[in-house]
């Protein structure tokens, strides 16, 4: 079975704070992404990687930034925590090759920015 | 540009009866498309997804799903609801034509289907 973990799956900061979210995949995908769900709004997608240290911005990466340095590892990083970035954020990863176009999710980090 | 809809915000079905939960989408080419379910405080699990072939995909669960090229559509079925069932539904749709690396999704909104007892 696909696994995607995501290293806390609830998370309190405080305003200004430096925050990481981790995500890693054992299935050796080449895409990994990272989503925020809110009520009403959907899935928006933040960036999304498609190889080690490529990275492409989503719909809405500004105060986010992200790091993939090893293929399973994919992590954002909010730089100065603010109260609008309280939300659900989800992990998820895909293969490239033809067909396989599906992608796995983590269980979610709800991040509570005060 | 490749978008999808769901056009309902909640469904409501009574467990034993068939549901329904409807997908529009619009591609370039020809779509890929998915369906995903989330329970509460949890990931998106994948369900089934429709790229080529027959038009009615079987999925987890027993789900089923349409696609219907004239109609833009692929609705998620069920013969016959659960409770357990209750949950968020998400259809997902990736364009065969367009250039996407990462093969990005775009997805729905999301309906909500609760099944009562």
């Known amino acids: 079975d696909v696994k995607v973990t995501q290293s806390s799956r609830y998370l309190v900061k405080r305003t200004g704070e430096k925050v990481f979210l981790e995500c890693v995949q054992d299935m050796d995908h080449e895409n990994m992404f990272w989503y925020r769900q809110d009520p009403g709004l959907g899935l928006r997608l933040i960036y999304f990687?498609?190889?080690?240290?490529?990275?492409e911005k989503g719909d809405i990466p500004e105060g986010y930034s992200v790091s993939r340095e090893k293929k399973e590892r994919f992590s954002l990083i909010l730089e100065s925590a603010s109260t609008n970035q309280t939300s659900m954020y989800l992990c998820a990863s895909s293969f490239t090759k033809r067909g396989s176009y599906e992608q796995y999710f983590g269980p979610g980090t709800r991040l509570t920015v005060t | 540009a490749q978008s999808v809809a769901q056009p309902e915000d909640q469904v409501n079905v009574a467990e034993g009866n068939p549901l329904t939960v409807k997908c529009t989408y619009s591609v370039s080419g020809n779509p890929y498309l998915f369906w995903y379910v989330q329970y509460p405080n949890r990931g998106l699990q994948f369900l089934l997804k429709y790229i080529t072939g027959d038009n009615l995909v079987k999925g987890s669960y027993g789900f089923e799903a349409e696609f219907n090229k004239s109609q833009t559509s692929f609705h998620l079925k069920k013969p016959s609801a659960l409770v357990s069932d209750s949950a968020l539904y998400f259809c997902?749709?990736?364009?065969?034509?367009?250039?996407?690396?990462?093969?990005?999704?775009?997805f729905g909104g999301g309906t909500r289907l609760m099944v009562k007892p």
């Open positions: 997902a749709v990736r364009d065969s034509y367009h250039n996407n690396a990462g093969n990005m999704l775009t």
């Open positions: 990687s498609y190889d080690v240290k490529m990275k």
